[in-house]
Structure formats: structure tokens, C-alpha cells
Nanobody, 122 residues
Framework: VQLQAFGGGLVQAGGSLRLSCAASGRTFSSNAMGWFRQAPGKEREFVSAISASGLSIYYADSVKGRFTISRDNAQNTMYLQMDSLNIEDTAVYYC????????????????WGQGTQVTVSS
């Protein structure tokens, strides 16, 4: 299964972006999916995770209330709607796939997509 993230770009503080993650393969609907990010000089960090059904969702405290994760199993695609962006959200964003159907902030993914750069300017 390959994952491809896209939708990043340059946005002003307070603006919005929508990231997408397209997955190949037939088992997309069976696996939890997630978003992570890595800012320059920092470790990769958890952003959000969504269960295979879409009914169970987790967010990092830093993005809660501003970001919304969703998925369309018919389209093999996951999304991350990012609103009220601030400079601290600047990072490379990665989509990830989990082995199980559920995941939380402590679950380690087993498959990663390439990143997409999000840059928030003041």
C-alpha cells in the first residue's frame, strides 16, 4: 500500500489548508490512518488519528479545535482540514497507516507516505 499526501502550501496565519492522503490497495477501509508532522529541528509528532470506520478520532492538544480529520473509504482518501493556522503549525506533514483498525496518539504506524510542506507566514 502506498500513501501519497498532498495539499500543502504557503498560507498566512489565520488561514486554512486542506491536506489529502491518497492510498492505494484494497485494505484502506480496514486500517486506522493518521497524520503526523515534523517541524525544522524537531522530532516528528502526532497530529491526529482516525479509526477505520471513522468513528474514533484523536487529536494532539495543539491542534484540537482547529484541525479536523476525516476519511472517505470509497475514495481511499484521508483528509486533514486545518483552520486558524499559526506559525507553529509550519512543518512537513505526513500521512500514516496503522496496522489495526483503531489507533490513538501512542500507536505506532507501520507505513508512511511522503510529506507535504505546510508553511504558515505571519
Amino acid at each position: 500500500v502506498q500513501l501519497q499526501a498532498f495539499g500543502g502550501g504557503l498560507v498566512q496565519a489565520g488561514g486554512s489548508l486542506r491536506l489529502s492522503c491518497a492510498a492505494s490497495g484494497r485494505t484502506f477501509s480496514s486500517n486506522a490512518m493518521g497524520w503526523f508532522r515534523q517541524a525544522p529541528g524537531k522530532e516528528r509528532e502526532f497530529v491526529s488519528a482516525i479509526s477505520a470506520s471513522g468513528l474514533s478520532i484523536y487529536y494532539a492538544d495543539s491542534v484540537k479545535g482547529r484541525f479536523t480529520i476525516s476519511r472517505d473509504n470509497a475514495q481511499n482518501t484521508m483528509y486533514l482540514q486545518m483552520d486558524s493556522l499559526n506559525i507553529e503549525d509550519t512543518a512537513v506533514y505526513y500521512c500514516a497507516r496503522y496496522f489495526s483498525s483503531t489507533a490513538n496518539r501512542d500507536t505506532a504506524p507501520f507505513s508512511w507516505g511522503q510529506g507535504t510542506q505546510v508553511t504558515v507566514s505571519s
